[in-house]
């Protein structure tokens, strides 16, 4: 059936259908069903109107006319799509099983084909459901940043939505850049950035043997956003610009021997001569650091670092060549 044509700014298909290729049907197959979609060598039996009330595509395409070599079967027409079969059956999952679509945590695949299908085929209630997911783990505020890093039980970020694996940090990234979720991007290529340099060169196996690597426009961003942000991170006003300052001399100090000092100048140099080459741009402070501070330079020190991180996420788009936070509006 000849129709409209979806979006042109979706991937190809990852495999096409070869002749000698037998048809099957998938598991998704309605008797009371009227209309056949197949993709690849695989067919699955369907509504047109669950497909016409989700998609503002099918709506137009079930509107016209079949023409005479339309193909059939059991008088329903057969329509082709130029998809993944693997990618379909996901869409069609989501359309007829509500707890697929809204289980607590999907695999980055599932995401990634609800994402590109849904933005083709103009299925809005899918598409966002999937985009939730992206933005819900690569949050736009620092607050959200925090909660899903859970800082009071562990310092490190485990996805909550999304099924992790060993290259997932590079694989959002790359399904938020393709689909312009510019929203999740800034946390997105931060979060890249903390796999390290070996990593950004070199790319990161994946659990299947597959190695996730970044396109270069993407690399290119990471690699001068990290640059950019190591050199920030101990300006004035910034997370550890504090350390910068050649004396310690808070009024409120009530530390002997100038004890205060000497703690803060031992992180400087861990810093700065120990581990010189390690992000710290959004890290909060640890309590390790601290604990030989007297109590009123430790609650300072922990306002100067939480004022310091403010300012640090505030521009945290600008050191990966994007527009500001106000301006980062997805259109998927």
Known sequence: MSGPAPADDSPPAKRQRTEDEPITRSEIWYQDGSVVLQAQNIQFRVHWSILSQNSAFFSQLMGLPQPPDQPTMDNCPIVELQDDATDAEYLLKA???LKFLYQPMLPLPVVSALIRLGRKYDFRDVLEAAVERITFENPA?????????????????????????RAFEFDILTLARENDIVSALPAAYYRALNRGLDSLLDGIPRDDGTLASLASIDLRRCIRGREQLMKAQTEPGNTWGWLESELWDYDECTGTSGQCDFVRHAL???????????????NRCSEGYFKSMCNPCRLYVNELVAEGRKKMWEDLPSFFDLPPWSELKNDP
């Open 95 to 97: 359309l007829y099983n």
């Open 141 to 165: 505020t620092l607050k959200e940043y925090d909660a899903r890093r859970n800082w009071e039980e562990k310092t490190t970020y485990t996805p909550t939505r999304i099924d992790p694996y």
């Open 268 to 282: 400087f140099l861990d810093m700065k001569v120990k581990d010189p080459i390690k992000l710290r741009a959004l």
